[in-house]
């Protein structure tokens, strides 16, 4: 196999390993930011493992033509060891800050929504209005900290 291909595939999957980090940074942020529990908690693991497996996937695809190999698996680890020794640091509080400022924005957006209703006379109607799965919890689930 000539030096240049074995080259892009240690490249392509160390940035597949890259952009793993780089999702489960982005997913750690919001997880602190939102603090789910319960159902929307075993959602949103859900949803960040079905889209790292797809990135996953296309990176081993795109990489070495989907053959799992030792030393795939070692560039998508370095990848992401890389990742979290030099740009983590740097970007997870930007993240973080990130989710808090949307999370800010929507509580004062819901202020304003309620706070409307109640001029117009509507303020009943917004309370009676609640998510059916507000309160449920799974059996199982107890705090979980991410």
Known sequence: M???????TAAVLALTGIAVALLYDIYRGARRAFRWRGLAGELADLAFWAVAAVVLVLGLIAGSWGSVRWHGLLMIGAGAAAYFALAAPLVSPVWRRGWELLLGGARRAGGWVRA?????GLDR???MVRPPWTGWRWPWAG????
């Open 125 to 127: 109607l917004v309370r």
């Open 116 to 120: 409307a209703a109640g001029r117009l």
């Open 2 to 8: 000539p030096l240049q291909f074995q080259l892009f």
């Open 143 to 146: 705090p979980t900290e991410t």
